[in-house]
């Protein structure tokens, strides 16, 4: 429900009724003045090909947001009546508001601290990074350079009950501070070193790679470009790999010579770290050769000279928490878990899917769904307007269990399985998103029995 001293202007904004005054606003502590040491309201900016400056373009961006003075919860502009950010802006987006403020509230444009971000996409794609071993080729690595296409978007498809995105973003800007402030890394220890754990397809490796799109935007002005380096764990304990540590520290070599350019902000992603813990201690039972222990060590040497650099983040993630190896366990400076989705999350992602949907007008007509937070304000009552919220809910609370990895693909299957037509009511497509829920966990419950 809008408060009655706020009006709607456009999808997802609001402003001042006039005719309730400034005051209403002021009264209810709504608008404030930035305090200091205030977070900034970061606005990325997402350019196409262009030969325009970037302050030119911030400057037309700052003339659109000064005409919108209030707006409510994250928003996107993709058109634009200036034909300058038409040629040369894709979107311009107030993102992240949820990090800043738990509880809904009007966002005063006038009274934020605005940080611009221009950034252009790459396409290119990932590259592989090879090793060569006597006959062999080994693809040791996948390299992106930052941002990149296939990675827009990610960050926002991961829901949290958590604070965990700001916690991580914040933790990497407090490194960049103690780098550039020259604190005695003897006396205050920080190594950059980051890993998440958690059971499978809870999203760890997509929210490291989120992580480093977002903080190559954030740190644009400082970076003129990121690069992504994930290291294939599985990879160095190949067969072929004779002379592992050697190899190893060839990849650590190219992985230098990035880091070497100061331009580039150098993530360095290892994907199921436990994969080294497994080899390091089948090695002391004796049950692997003590080339897979000179791996471990290899690796371990090498992030420790390569975490001195100031542009460099070390992020890693882990299914199976126990095995990770306490000598890694101890450099990491945040460890992390990242579990199943609550009801919560679980709402806010089927939430997000519905209104993909009804964007491509797969489900048609559009209608209007309430957040959990808005149900909660009415106390979950049902009503013409709150109804299919309602179900949505129920249909969150009875997928609890389920993976993020899992939830996303449901909205796919309950079409395929149930609709296979070209549009679909959302009454209907609710219904169909219910009945892929219960099999899901039928075929969970049928794989369990067969093993």
């Known amino acids: 429900m809008i408060p009655p001293y706020l009006q709607p202007v456009g999808a997802g904004e609001l402003e001042l009724n006039p005719d309730s005054g400034l005051s209403a606003l002021e009264g209810r502590g709504l608008l404030r003045e930035p305090s200091r040491g205030q977070p900034a309201l970061r606005i990325p900016i997402s350019t196409a090909v262009s030969t325009a400056k970037k302050e030119d373009i911030k400057q037309s961006v700052r003339k659109l947001l000064n005409r919108h003075n209030i707006v409510f919860g994250d928003y996107t502009w993709t058109e634009f009546d200036e034909p300058f950010l038409t040629r040369n802006v894709h979107s311009v987006s107030i993102v992240d508001t949820e990090l800043k403020v738990k509880d809904p509230q009007p966002i005063d444009l006038g009274a934020c601290t605005i940080a611009l971000h221009v950034f252009q996409l790459n396409e290119g794609g990932p590259s592989s990074e090879t090793l ?5 080729n080994i693809t040791a690595a996948s390299h992106w350079v930052l941002p990149a296409a296939e990675f827009h978007g990610l960050w926002d498809s991961l829901v949290y009950d958590v604070e965990v995105k700001s916690h991580l973003l914040d933790y990497v800007m407090t490194t960049l501070l103690f780098s550039d402030k020259n604190v005695d890394s003897n006396l205050i220890a920080w190594n950059r070193v980051v890993l998440l754990h958690g059971p499978p397809g809870t999203g760890k490796t997509s929210l490291c790679k989120a992580l480093a799109q977002k903080l190559t935007i954030r740190l644009s002005c400082r970076y003129r470009y990121g690069q992504l380096i994930e290291i294939n764990s599985h990879s160095l304990f190949s067969k072929w790999f004779s002379e592992s540590g050697k ?30 813990t497994a080899a390091r201690n089948a090695c002391r039972a004796g049950t692997e050769p003590s080339d897979a222990i000179r791996v471990v060590n290899a690796i371990l040497t090498q992030i420790d000279q390569i975490k001195r650099h100031c542009n460099v983040v070390i992020l890693t993630t882990s299914n199976i928490t126990e095995r990770i190896d306490v000598a890694f366990v101890d450099r990491a400076d945040i460890r992390q878990y990242i579990g199943p989705p609550s009801e919560a999350a679980i709402f806010k992602i089927y939430l997000s899917c519905l209104e993909e949907l009804m964007k491509c007008q797969i489900i048609y007509p559009r209608q209007q769904l309430l957040t959990l937070r808005e149900l909660e304000m009415i106390g979950f009552i049902e009503n013409n307007v709150s109804k299919l919220s309602l179900l949505l809910s129920e249909i969150s609370r009875k997928s609890e269990g389920l993976s993020g990895r899992v939830l996303r693909k449901l909205p796919f299957l309950a079409h395929a399985l149930y609709i296979q037509a070209p549009t679909v009511t959302i009454e209907g497509f609710l219904q169909a998103l219910s009945l892929a829920v219960d099999k899901q966990f039928e075929e969970r419950k049928t794989l369990s029995s067969c093993i």
């Open 247 to 276: 190899l190893v520290t060839k990849m650590f070599q190219k992985i230098q010579d990035l880091i070497d350019d100061k331009d580039a902000l150098v993530f360095v992603l290892i994907d199921e770290v436990e994969s080294l």
């Open 132 to 136: 060569e071993e006597e006959t062999e």
